[in-house]
């Protein structure tokens, strides 16, 4: 019998057994790239939602810093009322209010842990949509901004004389959420007012 023959028989099967694992190698790794262009996708659409109630948040907060300096949300037009549950004001009407120390958001709440736990919060805060917010009423309404859970809101609270004993301070909770009541963003800030002119040297 001819050597060589017998090689190739030996031989015999081998080209398709390697292109049967060249295959498999391809098929599982052609899964696992589709797998994670998926959860790239969730990862995106998070970030997403996060961004969006993180600055609808923002939004709020600087819209209730900004109301606290106008005349209507001045002390003497708007003195600080002990607030309590009931339904909430709409700052887009007009509407707005500065509560007491006494009556903070953690003690409306039970417990400072609640404040970001039970929210939207129970009817104890000024709802505010910025302009250009697609509302929970105005769903469908625009294709390329979905709705937002729910309409952002803002709590404010009179802490007294500021440290400066140069004016007001005003602890500003804001909230918004994403699209979905699975994604909300709460911010908070320390604001002064300060009243009267002051003479900064230039007179």
């Excluded at 109301?67 to 909430?88: E, F, M, R």
């Excluded at 949509?129 to 309404?141: E, I």
């Excluded at 804001?174 to 979905?180: D, I, K, P, Q």
Aim: charged content about 10%; hydrophobic content about 45%.
């Amino acid at each position: 019998m001819n050597p060589c023959r017998a090689e190739a028989c030996r031989e015999c099967g081998m080209a398709l057994v390697s292109s049967m694992l060249l295959l498999l190698i391809i098929t599982i790794l052609a899964m696992s790239m589709f797998r994670s262009f998926g959860v790239q996708e969730k990862i995106a659409g998070n970030l997403r939602e996060k961004d969006r109630a993180l600055h609808a948040a923002v939004s709020v907060q600087q819209y209730a810093e900004w109301w606290l300096t106008q005349p209507a949300g001045s002390i003497a037009a708007s003195a600080p009322v002990t607030c309590a549950l009931g339904v909430p004001l709409n700052a887009n009407a007009g509407q707005s209010q500065i509560c007491t120390s006494a009556s903070s958001l953690a003690n409306l709440l039970g417990s400072p842990t609640a404040v970001t736990q039970n929210l939207p919060w129970p009817a104890t805060y000024v709802q505010y949509s910025p302009a250009g917010m697609a509302t929970p009423a105005q769903a469908g309404t625009n294709a390329n901004d979905p709705p937002y859970a729910w309409t952002p809101g803002y709590y404010i609270v009179d802490l007294g004389v500021a440290a400066d004993a140069a004016g007001e301070a005003y602890q500003i909770t804001a909230f918004s959420s994403g699209g979905t009541t699975s994604t909300v963003a709460v911010v908070e800030s320390t604001y002064e007012v300060q009243q009267g002119v002051v003479n900064r040297g230039g007179l």
